[in-house]
Structure formats: structure tokens, C-alpha cells
């Protein structure tokens, strides 16, 4: 089981120092406090946006503060496509506020600066193209503004699989290695109301923290969605993962939607025993839908820790888009929340899984960091991890909404 090369360019140690201000009763302070922000251009990449602390540090040495940007993930065909090419990094330096105001942009323009990146050194070994000051501009009579900046790449190779199918459908799900695409693992879903009383006694109702005891009204069927599991079996048949729904999505009171103070909840287990009520669980994942100007499925996935189902380590946290989809990433680097980067014990990117919108066609796109991987055991629960955030973004569907054939196996079969 080979990985993918991908390479990850690294921008950082950003800082901003502008020229002192030149009036008599000049006292040596910049001649502006407002905010300042770069923006990152790399061709056929979204650009990105960081913001710039002032410098006054003296002469070449490192500035005082400063702070990075997300960096661009180069997959393998980019690095095939841009082989042999010099790939340049464009930073433009703004002075004011970020975004536009009646469609003009708020910032404005101080300079801008090129970077020249060599991807294919990078594939082997990390490398630095850029580390210090650059000018902003070249005109000899007028006081020059400098960016502080680094910009390095490292090799992240990456495992890469795909669902063959809808999670739902039980699919095969196959490894890529550049062109070619072997089958690996395969899927096979169920849904079974009474599942619950099946699960491991540790993360039953004798642990309110992870199933909560519900109301007979809520418990009553069509108002809430349970049961469901992926299984994940190896090409001999055993099973290697699971992913199981430990608490049911229903909707909160008066409403018909799950949210965030009661979400649905997945254990992703391990093999412990010839029993899935045996497994040992390795992670949870929760997912809700959040309320706002635009529909997001939120969730937050938790490592297990031997000390118990209430003492999880968070590792990852943020919304996805209900309509257009988006990436479920565990990658600290890209962690909008600093306090949950700090907490966190992984180191860079750990895996990412794509996310169709609500009613589309979903083959889930898996990457796992190869740092993460010793056996296709360890590649199988981040395959049932991604099986349980696809299938969340179908269980946080709207209760006014009716769900798909393929999730009312239960239905089904007791209509039958």
C-alpha cells in the first residue's frame, strides 16, 4: 500500500514594517495603526488572506510577533502538471481593513512581491526558498515598506481512497496510486433500531455524556434517526472498522432540525473480540445542524483516551456547507480555533474526506497523512470516520424532509 506524493508549501513569520514617519515632530511611531493584511495568489489555487503585525524591529532581525498563513496542499497531478515548472508565489501587501464596502476593496495596495517555488526538490526533502525581509517597491527616493516572510515546503505524502458509491449503498472502496485504482476495503451499511441495546455497556445510558436518555415522545418513530452502521471489512471479509450511531439524531423541541446542545453522536470502533459489542472505541464523532444566515452541518470529532468516554481529546471542529458541501479536515495547520490548535496532540494535516451537499450524489474523496497509517487497519477507521460524516449530513436532514430508501432498511422491513 503505496501513498501519493503531495507537497504542502508552507507560508509564515509574516510581519509588516513601514517607513517612520518623516514629519519634524516625527517621535520615530508609524504613520499609520490601522490594520494591516496580504493577500496570496498561486495560480490555480484560491487565494488566501492573512493579516500583518507591525515591526519595528531594527535592521534585518526577526520581527517581534507574527503570524501564518493556511498554505496551499499540492496534490499529485498538480505536481505532475507542474513538473519541470517554476511555480511562483505572488504576495501583495495591504494597509486597512480587509474586505469591500459597496463593492470596493477597503485596503490599500503598499506593494507586492514574488516568490519562486521549485516543487520537485520539495517532493524529497523539505526545502526554504524565502526567509527575511523583502522590499515593497524599488523607488530610490521615496522610504521603502519591507515584508517579513517564510515560505518553505515539505513532502506530505498521503494515502488516497474512494467510495466506489454512495456509504448508504455499500460500496467498494478503492486506493489510488497515480493512475491505477485497486479495490481495498468494502462497506456494508444496515440500519437497525434496536442497535443500541448491542453497544458496548460503557457507552450506553449508563454514560449520559454520550447516549442520552430520551423522552417517549421523542422516542417515537418518523421523529428520530438511529441505528445506523458502516461496517468495514478487508478483501478476505473481516472486519477491520466501525462506524456505529451511539445517540440518535432527533430534532430539538419545537423544531425540525437536530442542534448543537442535542447532537447525533458516532463511536468509530476497533476490532476487540469476535463481537462488534466487544470493539473497542478509538474516536466520536458529533454532528448537528447549525442555525444561521446559511445552513452548515456542524460537527466535532474527540480521539478516546483510556481514561474514559468523558475525558476525549477534541482534534477537530468546524461547519460544512449543507448546499454546496466541503471538506471534513482533522489538520491543524488549517484549525480556525486557536484554542483547539493549542489542545490539540496531532501535528499537521492527519486526513481530510470530501462532503457532497444535502441530495447529491456523494463518493466520498479520503486523504490520510502516511505518518498516520502502520497497517490497513489504521487506514479503515479513518474510512469508517468518513462513512459517518457523509451519512451526518443525511441524519441532520431537515425532519420535515423524508430521508432516502437506502437509510429505512427498519422501515421497510417492518412494513413488509
Known amino acids: 500500500m503505496d501513498p501519493c506524493p503531495f507537497v504542502r508549501l508552507i507560508v509564515e513569520s509574516l510581519a509588516l514594517k513601514l517607513p517612520q514617519a518623516t514629519k519634524p515632530a516625527g517621535s520615530g511611531v508609524y504613520p499609520t495603526t490601522t490594520p494591516c493584511f496580504c493577500k496570496l495568489r498561486l495560480k490555480n489555487f484560491p487565494s488566501q488572506t492573512a493579516l500583518l503585525p507591525l515591526s519595528n524591529s531594527p535592521g534585518d532581525s526577526s520581527p517581534e510577533s507574527s503570524t501564518s498563513a493556511s498554505g496551499f496542499h499540492l496534490d499529485s497531478l498538480t505536481l505532475r502538471r507542474l513538473s519541470g515548472k517554476p511555480v511562483t508565489l505572488r504576495i501583495e501587501v495591504y494597509t486597512g481593513r480587509m474586505g469591500r464596502t459597496c463593492g470596493v476593496s477597503c485596503g490599500k495596495l503598499v506593494g507586492r512581491v514574488q516568490v519562486t517555488v521549485d516543487l520537485g526538490v520539495s517532493q524529497a526533502k523539505p526545502s526554504v526558498f524565502q526567509n527575511g525581509w523583502m522590499k515593497l517597491g524599488n523607488e530610490p527616493d521615496k522610504p521603502i515598506s519591507k515584508l517579513h516572510v517564510t515560505v518553505r515546503a515539505e513532502p506530505d505524502p498521503r494515502f488516497v481512497f474512494q467510495f466506489g458509491g454512495e456509504p448508504e449503498c455499500s460500496p467498494v472502496v478503492f486506493q489510488f496510486q497515480g493512475n491505477i485504482r485497486q479495490p481495498v476495503f468494502s462497506c456494508k451499511f444496515s440500519a437497525d433500531r434496536s442497535r443500541s441495546r448491542s453497544l458496548p455497556p460503557d457507552f450506553t445510558n449508563k454514560n449520559r455524556g454520550w447516549m442520552r436518555t430520551l423522552s417517549g415522545e421523542r422516542e417515537r418513530q418518523g421523529r428520530e434517526r438511529k441505528g445506523w452502521m458502516v461496517m468495514i471489512y478487508d478483501l478476505s471479509g473481516s472486519p477491520v472498522a466501525a462506524a456505529s450511531m451511539i445517540t440518535p439524531f432527533v430534532p430539538s423541541p419545537g423544531s425540525d432540525r437536530v442542534s448543537r446542545s442535542n ?32 445552513d452548515g452541518l456542524g460537527y466535532k470529532f474527540e480521539l478516546v483516551t483510556e481514561k474514559g468516554p468523558n475525558n476525549g481529546i477534541s482534534i477537530a471542529e468546524a461547519t460544512i456547507s449543507v448546499k454546496k458541501g466541503g471538506q471534513f479536515c482533522i489538520d491543524r495547520r488549517v484549525s480556525r480555533d486557536s484554542a483547539l490548535s493549542l489542545r490539540s496532540p496531532v501535528k499537521g494535516f492527519v486526513m481530510g474526506s470530501t462532503v457532497e451537499g444535502e441530495g447529491k450524489v456523494s463518493k466520498p474523496v479520503v486523504q490520510v497523512g502516511m505518518q498516520h497509517v502502520t497497517c490497513m487497519a489504521d487506514a479503515a477507521l479513518f474510512i469508517a470516520l468518513s462513512a459517518a460524516i457523509d451519512l451526518s449530513m443525511d441524519a441532520c436532514r431537515l425532519f420535515s424532509h423524508k430521508l432516502r430508501k437506502e437509510l429505512c432498511h427498519d422501515e421497510q422491513d417492518s412494513s413488509s
Open 263 to 294: 447532537p447525533g453522536a458516532w463511536l468509530i470502533l476497533r476490532p476487540h473480540g469476535f463481537s462488534v459489542s466487544s470493539w473497542k472505541p478509538w474516536g466520536r464523532l458529533e454532528a448537528w445542524r447549525e442555525r444561521g444566515p446559511t
